[in-house]
């Protein structure tokens, strides 16, 4: 695939009550208590609820071994009675089965995919190989306290209508003091930071007229961020995109006030590594690995404008 510029988006019909809906396990496994709560929320919007068959299998910290995960996800990009596929969670291990997906069977009959963090693995090779719209979303591993109603809600809609999604800036995100001011239209990419960092030279298609959402969970430290951005831009992942969109930075709160970080905090690293693409960058999404997350489609046309502090985001389904 050239650029984003050229692709059209492959979206997929919105879901009706009776719509049967798979959940799978494609990367570390999930709580039994957390999929049932998950499984009674999407029934009660009358949709019909399958479990893949290794969803809570266990090898290492995986949900099963690789030709397993693959298969319950290959399974339900077959099923023409399949209409959405939900992931239980993130974890680790999606990587490991990204060129292994059945991406001719959902050319011929898309469905959405679902999840975020270590799925963000799923996103970027469905868009690539096939132009897939898919949903950065929570997981059916669920739980009140960090998915509420309004997280409920967001899903419901992105899946069941074809209203677009608009994400306001929240200035309490660490990410909000990161601006360079603008508005820009592409088709909307990306997720975490960590997941697309590794698809670089692999599974990562040009991002040439792309708007590239960031958000990211912190591990070892500014300088995980730091590395994750100066490799992207010196494999030149980067050039050409339209705009960025920085959600949450999970964890990189207290940095500047850390004696050893000379005054830096996750702000400073994410301006001083993007602002020199010369594109606009809205900061301050509150979507990310944070609590009540929203739904985003991912694969459609975006908007960001820093002046009015908004993404705007095209449906992932007609």
């Known amino acids: ?18 719509d049967r809906v798979r959940i799978v396990s494609p990367a570390s496994p999930p709580g039994r208590e957390g999929v049932a709560r998950g499984v009674e929320l999407l029934t009660s919007w009358g949709l019909r609820v399958e479990l893949g068959e290794h969803v809570f299998d266990q090898w290492g910290y995986m949900a099963g071994r690789d030709e397993n995960r693959v298969s319950d996800l290959n399974s339900a990009f077959r099923d023409p009675g399949v209409r959405a596929v939900i992931a239980t969670r993130g974890g680790k291990g999606a990587y490991r089965i990204v060129d ?6 959902l050319r011929r009959d898309p469905k959405p995919v679902v999840g975020f963090s270590d799925i963000t693995h799923l996103h970027l090779a469905l868009w690539a190989r ?45 990410s909000a003091a990161v601006t360079v001011e603008g508005a820009a239209t592409g088709v909307l990419v990306g997720g975490n930071l960590d997941a697309i960092r590794t698809e670089a030279g692999a599974g990562l298609p040009s991002l040439k007229g792309a708007i590239l959402f960031l958000e990211h969970q912190r591990g070892t430290g500014l300088g995980e961020v730091d590395r994750a951005l100066t490799q992207l831009t010196r494999t030149g992942a980067l050039d050409g995109l339209h705009g960025v ?8 709160e207290r940095d500047a006030d850390d004696p050893s970080l000379g005054g830096w905090g996750i702000a400073d690293v994410l301006r001083d590594r993007l602002a020199r693409l010369g594109v606009p960058v809205l900061g301050g999404l509150p979507a990310g690995h944070g609590p009540h997350p929203p739904t985003i489609p991912l694969g459609t046309r975006a ?16």
């Open 130 to 174: 096939c132009g897939l719209a898919s949903l950065h979303g929570p997981f059916a591993n669920w739980g009140d306290a960090w998915c509420g109603p309004a997280s409920a809600d967001a899903l419901r809609c992105a899946l069941m209508t074809t209203d677009p999604v608009v994400i306001h800036r929240d200035t309490g995100q660490v």
């Open 100 to 105: 292994d997906l059945d991406t001719d069977a």
């Open 303 to 318: 908007t960001i404008d820093t002046a009015a502090g908004t993404l705007t985001v095209q449906s992932a389904v007609v």
């Open 1 to 18: 695939m050239d650029s984003f510029d050229s692709l059209q988006s492959v979206r997929s019909p919105r879901l009706r009550p009776g």
């Open 245 to 252: 969109a920085l959600g949450q930075f999970i964890g990189f």
